[in-house]
Protein backbone atom coordinates (compact mmCIF):
# COMPACT_ATOMS: atom_id res chain seq x y z
CA UNK A 1 0.00 0.00 0.00
CA UNK A 2 1.31 3.29 -0.63
CA UNK A 3 0.12 4.87 2.21
CA UNK A 4 0.65 2.94 5.64
CA UNK A 5 -0.91 3.57 8.72
CA UNK A 6 1.81 3.81 11.24
CA UNK A 7 -0.32 5.22 14.37
CA UNK A 8 1.05 8.66 15.04
CA UNK A 9 1.08 9.00 11.34
CA UNK A 10 0.32 7.92 8.06
CA UNK A 11 3.74 6.99 6.20
CA UNK A 12 4.01 7.44 1.98
CA UNK A 13 5.96 4.21 1.31
CA UNK A 14 6.08 4.70 -2.78
CA UNK A 15 9.58 3.80 -3.01
CA UNK A 16 10.42 7.16 -5.56
CA UNK A 17 9.98 9.03 -2.69
CA UNK A 18 12.00 7.14 -0.35
CA UNK A 19 14.52 7.94 -2.76
CA UNK A 20 13.93 11.51 -3.35
CA UNK A 21 13.89 11.70 0.37
CA UNK A 22 17.30 9.76 0.34
CA UNK A 23 18.55 12.71 -1.85
CA UNK A 24 17.54 14.97 0.41
CA UNK A 25 19.18 14.25 3.52
CA UNK A 26 22.74 13.98 1.59
CA UNK A 27 24.80 16.77 2.94
CA UNK A 28 26.08 16.72 -0.35
CA UNK A 29 22.53 17.59 -2.20
CA UNK A 30 23.51 21.35 -3.36
CA UNK A 31 20.77 24.00 -3.07
CA UNK A 32 19.60 23.83 -6.88
CA UNK A 33 19.20 19.71 -6.74
CA UNK A 34 18.03 20.41 -2.85
CA UNK A 35 15.28 22.54 -4.13
CA UNK A 36 14.56 19.96 -7.37
CA UNK A 37 14.10 17.39 -4.89
CA UNK A 38 11.67 19.10 -2.77
CA UNK A 39 10.01 19.92 -6.16
CA UNK A 40 9.73 16.27 -6.80
CA UNK A 41 8.77 15.06 -3.85
CA UNK A 42 5.53 17.66 -3.47
CA UNK A 43 4.24 15.87 -6.64
CA UNK A 44 5.03 12.08 -5.51
CA UNK A 45 3.11 13.13 -2.19
CA UNK A 46 0.48 14.93 -4.09
CA UNK A 47 -0.45 11.65 -6.38
CA UNK A 48 0.08 9.75 -3.64
CA UNK A 49 -3.22 11.48 -1.58
CA UNK A 50 -4.85 11.49 -4.82
CA UNK A 51 -4.30 7.64 -4.80
CA UNK A 52 -4.86 7.25 -1.28
CA UNK A 53 -6.99 9.42 0.16
CA UNK A 54 -9.77 10.86 -2.89
CA UNK A 55 -12.53 9.24 -4.91
CA UNK A 56 -13.33 8.77 -8.16
CA UNK A 57 -16.74 8.69 -10.27
CA UNK A 58 -17.36 6.31 -13.25
CA UNK A 59 -18.54 8.79 -16.39
CA UNK A 60 -19.56 8.63 -19.68
CA UNK A 61 -17.13 8.95 -22.67
CA UNK A 62 -16.50 9.25 -26.07
CA UNK A 63 -13.71 8.17 -27.72
CA UNK A 64 -12.86 8.80 -31.89
CA UNK A 65 -14.30 5.22 -31.89
CA UNK A 66 -17.13 4.68 -30.14
CA UNK A 67 -18.59 5.22 -26.42
CA UNK A 68 -16.97 4.14 -23.30
CA UNK A 69 -16.99 4.51 -19.64
CA UNK A 70 -14.21 5.92 -18.19
CA UNK A 71 -13.01 6.94 -14.15
CA UNK A 72 -11.72 10.02 -13.26
CA UNK A 73 -10.90 11.86 -9.76
CA UNK A 74 -13.63 13.70 -7.61
CA UNK A 75 -12.90 16.88 -6.57
CA UNK A 76 -9.47 17.95 -7.64
CA UNK A 77 -11.07 21.37 -8.35
CA UNK A 78 -11.76 21.25 -4.71
CA UNK A 79 -8.50 21.71 -3.29
CA UNK A 80 -6.71 23.59 -1.07
CA UNK A 81 -3.07 23.78 -0.21
CA UNK A 82 -1.38 26.12 2.72
CA UNK A 83 2.29 27.17 1.84
CA UNK A 84 3.99 27.74 5.04
CA UNK A 85 6.60 29.78 4.54
CA UNK A 86 9.40 29.75 3.56
CA UNK A 87 10.53 25.74 3.23
CA UNK A 88 7.33 24.56 2.09
CA UNK A 89 7.48 27.17 -1.45
CA UNK A 90 9.32 24.53 -3.56
CA UNK A 91 7.41 21.54 -1.65
CA UNK A 92 4.38 23.05 -2.81
CA UNK A 93 5.34 23.88 -5.90
CA UNK A 94 5.66 20.06 -6.45
CA UNK A 95 2.06 19.63 -4.93
CA UNK A 96 0.68 22.12 -7.46
CA UNK A 97 1.46 19.81 -10.29
CA UNK A 98 -0.73 17.20 -8.77
CA UNK A 99 -3.22 19.55 -7.91
CA UNK A 100 -2.81 22.19 -10.58
CA UNK A 101 -6.39 23.72 -9.94
CA UNK A 102 -6.18 23.99 -6.05
CA UNK A 103 -6.13 27.42 -3.98
CA UNK A 104 -3.74 28.35 -2.48
CA UNK A 105 -3.23 30.06 0.66
CA UNK A 106 0.18 31.56 2.61
CA UNK A 107 1.10 31.55 6.38
CA UNK A 108 4.56 33.15 7.26
CA UNK A 109 5.38 31.42 10.48
CA UNK A 110 8.80 30.73 12.05
CA UNK A 111 9.66 30.12 15.50
CA UNK A 112 11.78 32.03 17.56
CA UNK A 113 15.56 30.01 18.04
CA UNK A 114 16.86 32.53 20.25
CA UNK A 115 14.23 31.90 23.02
CA UNK A 116 14.86 28.17 22.21
CA UNK A 117 12.33 25.55 23.23
CA UNK A 118 10.42 25.56 27.19
CA UNK A 119 10.12 22.58 29.03
CA UNK A 120 6.69 21.33 27.81
CA UNK A 121 9.60 20.91 24.00
CA UNK A 122 7.47 23.92 22.56
CA UNK A 123 8.86 27.02 20.37
CA UNK A 124 7.45 30.66 20.55
CA UNK A 125 5.59 31.04 17.26
CA UNK A 126 6.03 34.56 14.90
CA UNK A 127 3.50 34.66 12.56
CA UNK A 128 4.29 37.71 10.14
CA UNK A 129 1.70 37.03 7.18
CA UNK A 130 -1.44 35.09 6.44
CA UNK A 131 -3.35 35.08 3.42
CA UNK A 132 -5.75 32.51 2.92
CA UNK A 133 -8.48 31.78 0.53
CA UNK A 134 -12.35 30.42 1.35
CA UNK A 135 -12.79 27.29 2.50
CA UNK A 136 -15.47 25.22 1.95
CA UNK A 137 -16.87 21.97 3.42
CA UNK A 138 -16.20 20.25 0.19
CA UNK A 139 -12.78 21.08 0.12
CA UNK A 140 -9.59 18.79 0.69
CA UNK A 141 -7.15 20.86 2.78
CA UNK A 142 -3.37 20.28 2.36
CA UNK A 143 -1.21 22.27 4.73
CA UNK A 144 2.61 20.87 3.57
CA UNK A 145 5.43 21.83 5.55
CA UNK A 146 8.81 19.68 4.70
CA UNK A 147 9.81 19.62 8.54
CA UNK A 148 7.07 18.69 11.61
CA UNK A 149 10.35 19.11 13.97
CA UNK A 150 8.32 20.09 17.50
CA UNK A 151 4.78 20.76 16.26
CA UNK A 152 4.93 24.24 17.74
CA UNK A 153 4.79 25.79 14.23
CA UNK A 154 2.54 23.81 12.54
CA UNK A 155 -0.60 23.89 15.60
CA UNK A 156 -0.36 27.84 15.15
CA UNK A 157 -0.40 27.13 11.31
CA UNK A 158 -3.58 25.09 12.08
CA UNK A 159 -4.79 27.34 14.61
CA UNK A 160 -5.52 29.59 11.44
CA UNK A 161 -6.46 27.70 9.05
CA UNK A 162 -9.39 26.09 11.64
CA UNK A 163 -10.02 29.35 12.80
CA UNK A 164 -10.73 29.94 8.86
CA UNK A 165 -12.12 26.60 7.64
CA UNK A 166 -16.01 25.44 8.22
CA UNK A 167 -16.83 23.52 11.02
CA UNK A 168 -17.60 20.57 9.30
CA UNK A 169 -14.60 19.99 7.08
CA UNK A 170 -13.88 16.84 6.81
CA UNK A 171 -10.64 15.97 4.69
CA UNK A 172 -7.66 17.92 6.29
CA UNK A 173 -4.05 16.55 5.45
CA UNK A 174 -1.10 17.94 7.16
CA UNK A 175 2.10 16.88 5.07
CA UNK A 176 5.48 16.61 5.75
CA UNK A 177 8.89 15.16 4.18
CA UNK A 178 10.21 14.22 7.69
CA UNK A 179 8.55 14.81 11.31
CA UNK A 180 9.81 14.04 14.76
CA UNK A 181 7.77 11.99 16.98
CA UNK A 182 7.14 14.52 19.51
CA UNK A 183 5.81 16.99 16.58
CA UNK A 184 3.55 14.00 15.43
CA UNK A 185 2.36 13.24 18.66
CA UNK A 186 1.15 17.38 20.04
CA UNK A 187 0.27 17.44 16.31
CA UNK A 188 -2.23 14.64 16.89
CA UNK A 189 -3.15 15.60 20.45
CA UNK A 190 -4.32 19.20 19.24
CA UNK A 191 -5.66 18.45 16.17
CA UNK A 192 -7.58 15.15 16.26
CA UNK A 193 -9.30 15.48 13.37
CA UNK A 194 -6.03 16.43 11.28
CA UNK A 195 -4.85 13.23 8.66
CA UNK A 196 -1.09 13.31 9.50
CA UNK A 197 1.21 12.18 5.95
CA UNK A 198 4.78 11.88 6.42
CA UNK A 199 7.31 10.29 3.56
CA UNK A 200 9.60 9.84 7.40
CA UNK A 201 9.19 9.32 10.90
CA UNK A 202 13.14 9.77 12.13
CA UNK A 203 13.97 9.30 15.34
CA UNK A 204 14.58 11.90 17.70
CA UNK A 205 14.67 15.65 18.56
CA UNK A 206 18.15 17.24 19.41
CA UNK A 207 17.97 20.04 22.38
CA UNK A 208 17.60 22.51 19.91
CA UNK A 209 14.41 21.02 18.15
CA UNK A 210 15.77 19.82 15.37
CA UNK A 211 15.02 16.56 13.85
CA UNK A 212 17.45 13.70 13.54
CA UNK A 213 19.00 12.12 11.37
CA UNK A 214 16.69 15.18 9.79
CA UNK A 215 17.69 16.62 6.17
CA UNK A 216 19.17 20.21 8.28
CA UNK A 217 17.46 23.37 7.79
CA UNK A 218 14.82 22.84 4.73
CA UNK A 219 14.54 26.29 4.42
CA UNK A 220 18.13 27.49 4.16
CA UNK A 221 19.62 24.27 2.29
CA UNK A 222 16.54 25.46 -0.60
CA UNK A 223 17.55 29.09 -0.41
CA UNK A 224 20.68 28.95 0.15
CA UNK A 225 21.16 31.46 3.16
CA UNK A 226 23.50 28.90 5.10
Do not use: W
Not at 21 to 41: A, C, I, N, P
Not at 123 to 129: E, K, N, Q, R, V
Not at 192 to 206: E, G, M, R, S
Amino acid sequence: MPIEDRGDANVLTHALAKDTLSRLRDVETEQVEFRKGLVKLGRICGYEIIDGAMETEFVAIETPLTETTGERVKGLDDVVIINVLRAATPFVEGLLKAFPRAKQGVISAGRDEDAGMNDDGEFPITIDYVKLPEITPEDTVIVADPMLATGSTMCTVLDHVTDEAPDDIEDLFVLSAVSAPDGLLRVGEQFPDADLLTVAIDDHLDDDGFIVPGLGDAGDRAFRTT
